[in-house]
């Protein structure tokens, strides 16, 4: 029997996979760990003659929910305020996996997908979520700037998405070729890949120039 729809405890039954499904993990704390590792969300939205468009957004996880932002002039974010269904997705890149076919070859790769209806975080909480986002991608830098605006705030529509429906599939598995394959006279195996920092770079208008934060310099993945 598959799970109920809003089964919070896992995947539900339009989130379980079926195609590999041997690559799902059911695992809530997989599911943090590749929202907690990504940094860049694709999100779903319609406009109002259904079209769909995929929206890359920086985000962060909260506890039990996805936080991101958007403009109040956007349509789309406003469709997600108004609270169009959307589909969030995470995907982490890591490995390029070459088998004897074409076919068979792939990716190694983690990705997360999250359903649901998303909520406005106003006052206080999207303050909070947008220190959550900016501390998501460059730990330190929040106390390390100038705070939003009254101005700045108002242009900005802050949205949360419960961690209530979702899937993780995760592919890390060698090369699986067919038996009459593996004679054939072709490398096979993975490229790992890697994300790397290079030098921070000052901007040109730089004035007085301050010295390279530590949390600048010392940033990793
Ligand atoms: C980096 C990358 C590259 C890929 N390249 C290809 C490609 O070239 N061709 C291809 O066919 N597929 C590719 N995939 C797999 C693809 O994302 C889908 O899983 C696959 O196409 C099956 O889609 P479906 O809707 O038929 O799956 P179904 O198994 O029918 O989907 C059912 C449910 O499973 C969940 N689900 C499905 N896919 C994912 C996923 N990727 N992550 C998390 N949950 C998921 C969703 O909740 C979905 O509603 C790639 C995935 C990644 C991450």
């Known amino acids: 029997m598959e799970p109920a729809l809003t089964d919070p405890s896992g995947p539900s039954a339009r989130t379980t996979v079926r195609r590999l499904p041997e690559k799902q993990v059911r695992d809530r ?3 943090d760990a590749v929202l907690d590792a990504g940094r860049v969300a694709h999100v779903a939205v319609r406009d ?10 920086a985000y962060a996880r909260d506890g039990d929910a996805v936080v991101f932002h ?3 002039g956007s349509r789309l974010f406003r469709s997600l305020a108004d609270g169009a269904p959307t589909c969030l997705t995470v995907t982490l890149l890591d490995g390029l996996l070459a088998a004897r076919s074409v076919f068979e070859s792939s990716m190694h790769y ?3 997908m999250v359903l649901g209806t ?7 909480a999207a303050l909070a979520a947008l220190e959550r986002v900016t501390e998501h991608l460059l730990p330190g830098r929040w106390a390390d700037a100038r705070q ?3 101005k700045e705030l108002a242009a900005t529509l802050v949205l949360s998405l419960p961690l209530s429906e979702w899937s993780v599939k995760v592919s890390d598995s ?4 067919a038996e009459e394959d593996l004679d054939l006279p072709y490398w096979a195996g993975v490229v790992p890949l890697h ?3 290079g030098p921070p770079q000052p901007a040109p208008d730089l004035r007085g120039a301050p010295p390279v934060p530590s949390y600048v310099t010392s940033w990793t993945r």
Request: charged letters at 20%.
């Open 148 to 150: 939003p605006n009254r």
């Open 118 to 124: 998303a909520t406005v975080l106003e006052g206080d």
């Open 70 to 72: 958007g403009s109040t």
């Open 110 to 112: 983690r990705c997360a």
């Open 174 to 177: 060698p090369p699986d070729d």
């Open 29 to 31: 704390a997989v599911l």
């Open 195 to 197: 994300e790397v920092a």
């Open 48 to 57: 109002d003659v259904g079209q769909p468009y995929v929206v890359p957004v």
